[in-house]
């Protein structure tokens, strides 16, 4: 009996899954390969897609299942997929389709009036809408927060069970080391660039070749051109997409491994959970836990970062750098800048921060969405010491809040600050590791990863997978450890 | 009242629409993009979306709907719309869905079985599944047909209303001119073939041209290489497939001009059909009409010929053929051959009527699927004069009755034929034609065209469209006068 309706609930479930990995490569299909004149009819398509998923994931068989189920003694297995799915039939039902379709209404306006607003940097033409949306996911919030933090409960979506209060601490912590590191670093003189020529056939060739020493299977996935790179899809079809930028190859290349990262992670699931509410990455912290200590804490390393030298050097010849060490501080330069997605390690976080401020402000009624460029911009030259000189610079430069993600930033640092545990642990468990590095061998390394956070998907909760992966609870110290000797050996500090 | 329950079908119509558009483009993506390793999930993709159209199309709430409305004073789109929604509703109600899941779990192994068998050329492989196959088609025919004839239920699924008799009549005066225009042809010397180096990127970029000379518009559509050519999609995102064979250049241009015909049937719809029954053409057999007076008609035209002879010339150099003329017999080679796809205009139809004959009789219960290649290969022989030396190039060579496409093949030729008729029809029409394909412009032809055939959609019956289209009742008489024409003239009998 009990079989028999776990047995309904996931061939239920499974369908809902694979339809939702339909819908992902429809998304992936959009920034590919879609014709410029399909985008009206593909809104359509997404929209009875979206419907689809919706009627499904808050169908009351779904509630009667889970009912006749829970207290039932389960296998772990069977009972954290029943708990994801008790998640999702639950938020699912919280918020009224009607406030769900009109927050899909309007954020897919307000992503337009966004891009055009960045393009002719003027805040007052987004400021409207932004108002809007944020109404509206303050009040989908207080639907799912049923009596708790609104902003807690935003942030459980993508970082399940984690609590701005947390965060708060954890930023309290990073701040003033990462902001003395800053002014330290910023004192000393800049190191130089790479210059030459690097044309885009070059460089797609070398970062597929980077994706595959990173362990992408190209069996179970592709790479694409895309005007943002991002991963997509789950179990045995994750596809990525990276960039070109003819002056800066490294644009490519790290933006290919931070993906490769993020599809790691999903290829190297248990393929038993494949289709399961198990079969994904457990959540946006964890997620980019993956991507970035591929990124950084093993692609941006002083040992592979010699491995890519010369492997630039075959490719490109001559390319104004003449040592491994130069190249090095060269992948890893440190500059005033505004924009958060091409920061480095070391202010990388201050830019978190601001927005996670500001965007509990807006949630909590404490800022009006119309008052949010002044406070960017107030905000931003007291952790940065210098003024944005405009919008595009500033509060317009990410897309999140305009199409409704709140509580969507932090998770990114909390990746950083599991990147460093993992990093940690992987390092002391690894003594060998700089000179695999350096050969561009990287499997002992990912197949650390891959056996003690990837292969496990949703079985556990997010902190569980890393602090069993790390053997300690979470923490941002190795993450601020790390940094400090990274960064003061660079600059000689 | 009426208005309100229209809107209720058509609203909900107008999702499984896009349901469906979502569908085809997940089998389009499986046949260009999806890497190897994703084949099992994809079929679990696949089967998720199949389910829920099929809930959809069975869905009673459409059935309340339909009666309500039937019998009421509807304008003629909206009473084309309720026809073609009826149709589908009493398609998917009749067949029990326990035999329509068989059907698709038989089709999916079989259509293995079949690729494997063809590459040992092992007929007896492949008989088993064969009748497996044939067993459950007929099953469903005979719960389509409701006490009609089999095989003419089958045959309405792609070509509504026509019969098999009409189609014996048709191909009964088709059969002895198309004989002996054959004979006559093979008796005279073989003209030349083109030589020479054709790289595949030079022979891609020549075809994207031919497309963009038809009419293709790229802004609602894109080209892929694929294993089969083939056209997916409607409204604005039409897409087409081309392969290449570096060693004769014409299978990948006439290819992607047939395929061109197929998709700007569909990107020459009327827009406000776009996601409703008539935003798709209206039959196979319409459809094969577009894509064979594209490719032949015109494309084979020997004024059209003269142009690509020169694109081909500029392009490739030195082809090994150096008159119009030459080329013109080059491009309609009539050979000895074994293969349907591959043949020419002269005895193309002549394969689907072996085709015809045979299904007819495997689904009267005539033919033991067991005994198709000895039947096959005494009319091969029969019809062709001389033998098929083995069964890949015999009952193996297609792919359609391994997944169940019975009543498919007569569509091709009646593609042809209503092809016929819309030349004599268009050419009466447009007098400096030739003038104007021996420059490269189709314009006025595929206008005519999109105007008389392309934009209905499904608003009128096939038959109707082809007749109001040209004038006159159809019939094969244009066709096998053009036919005749033509290679008496090329090969000077």
Redo the contacts between chains.
């Keep these: 009996m009990i079989n028999d309706t776990l047995s309904a609930l996931l061939d239920f479930q499974?369908?809902t899954e694979?339809?939702a990995?339909?819908a992902g490569?429809?998304s992936w299909?959009q920034e590919t390969?879609?014709?410029?004149?399909?985008a009206?009819?593909?809104g359509?398509?997404m929209?009875?897609?979206e419907?689809?998923l919706h009627a499904r994931r808050t169908d009351p068989r779904v509630g009667e299942w889970l009912s006749g189920l829970e207290g039932s003694e389960l296998d772990p297995v069977a009972a954290a997929k029943l708990r994801h799915i008790r998640r999702s039939f639950d938020r699912a039902n919280k918020v009224p389709a009607k406030l769900a379709a009109e927050i899909a209404r309007v954020t897919s306006v307000s992503q337009g009036k966004w891009a055009a607003a960045r393009a002719q940097d003027d805040f007052a033409a987004f400021a409207p809408v932004l108002a809007q949306v944020v109404a509206l996911k303050r009040e989908e919030g207080a639907a799912l927060a049923d009596g708790g933090d609104v902003y807690d409960a935003m942030l459980d979506d993508y970082e399940p069970e984690m609590t701005a209060a947390e965060l708060d601490a954890m930023f309290g912590e990073m701040r003033p080391r990462l902001r003395a590191l800053r002014e330290a670093v910023l004192a000393q003189p800049e190191p130089k660039a790479v210059t030459g020529s690097f044309p885009e056939e070059a460089q797609l060739a070398l970062s597929a070749k980077l994706a595959g020493v990173f362990g992408y299977?190209?069996?179970?996935?592709?790479i694409d051109k895309a005007v943002h790179p991002f991963s997509s899809g789950s179990?045995?079809?994750v596809?990525i997409t990276t960039r070109t930028n003819p002056a800066d190859p490294f644009n490519c290349f790290y933006s290919t491994i931070h993906e490769v990262g993020h599809a790691c992670y999903e290829q190297g699931i248990d393929p038993d959970y494949?289709?399961t509410p198990l079969g994904q990455g457990v959540s946006m912290g964890v997620h980019e836990s993956q991507s970035r200590i591929y990124e950084n804490q093993l692609g941006r390393s002083r040992a592979f970062a010699g491995f890519l030298f010369e492997q630039m050097q075959e490719v490109f010849g001559d390319i104004g750098i003449d040592s491994p060490e130069a190249f090095y501080a060269a992948v890893n330069r440190v500059q005033k800048d505004f924009i958060r997605t091409e920061a480095d390690e070391v202010q990388y976080n201050l830019h978190i921060m601001l927005r996670f401020d500001l965007e509990r402000a807006m949630v909590a009624g404490d800022l009006a969405p119309a008052e949010l460029e002044g406070a960017w911009n107030e905000r931003f030259e007291k952790d940065f010491g210098y003024a944005v000189p405009r919008a595009s610079l500033g509060c317009l430069q990410d897309v999140h809040w305009s199409v409704g993600l709140f509580g969507y930033f932090p998770t990114y640092s909390l990746g950083n600050v599991y990147a460093g545990c993992l990093h940690e642990a992987l390092r002391s468990d690894i003594p060998g590791l700089d000179d695999q590095l350096a050969r561009g061998e990287t499997g002992q390394a990912t197949g650390w990863l891959r056996e003690r956070v990837q292969r496990h998907g949703g079985l556990m909760k997010p902190r569980e997978v890393i602090a069993r992966a790390c053997g300690r609870e979470p923490g941002a110290g190795p993450l601020l450890d790390y940094i400090e000797a990274k960064f003061s050996g660079i600059y000689g500090l």
Tied chains: 1, 2.
């Design positions: 499974k369908e694979a339809l990995q339909v490569r429809l299909d390969m879609m014709p410029r004149g399909a009206m009819q593909r359509e398509e929209a009875a897609m419907s689809v299977d190209f069996e179970r996935g592709r179990g045995s079809d596809r494949a289709l």
